[in-house]
């Protein structure tokens, strides 16, 4: 009841589920969608890689493939559910699914963009800090 379709959860991924009040921020549902997409773009640029939304539905994409899924439900206008970023996520944990019921799209990883493994201590500083930034 989140929006969008099957996902993967898993090693590597940093999983937020941020809950807000989206009365007393004073913004609706698809005003935080947007938020959640701006902090995710904001970290991904400070790792230098170029990520964009896409009209194939919530997320965050670098080229055609998708790095970071967005699922989120409010009830009362508050939120639940959240994103699911690959990080140094083991990708072939997708192979078994239509991730996000999109075809003819792949999944990827910061740490594939990048060829490195990342500290997940520091993108979780990253993520915080971008959070911080959209919800004073």
Not at 115 to 128: A, H, K
């Amino acid at each position: 009841n989140r929006g969008g379709e099957v996902t993967f959860h898993g090693h590597g991924q940093w999983v937020g589920y941020p809950i807000f009040d989206l009365e007393q921020h004073g913004i609706g549902l698809k005003h935080h969608i947007e938020r959640l997409e701006e902090a995710i773009i904001f970290v991904l640029s400070h790792y230098g890689i170029n990520s964009h939304r896409s009209d194939k539905g919530a997320g965050i994409w670098v080229g055609n493939a998708k790095i970071c899924a967005i699922g989120v439900r409010a009830s009362r206008y508050v939120t639940m559910h959240g994103f699911a970023l690959n990080v140094n996520t083991d990708l072939s944990y997708y192979n078994a699914i239509v991730p996000c019921g999109i075809r003819n799209a792949s999944v990827t990883s910061m740490q594939d963009q990048l060829g490195q493994e990342l500290d997940m201590l520091e993108v979780s500083q990253w993520i915080i800090h971008a959070m911080d930034k959209l919800y004073p």
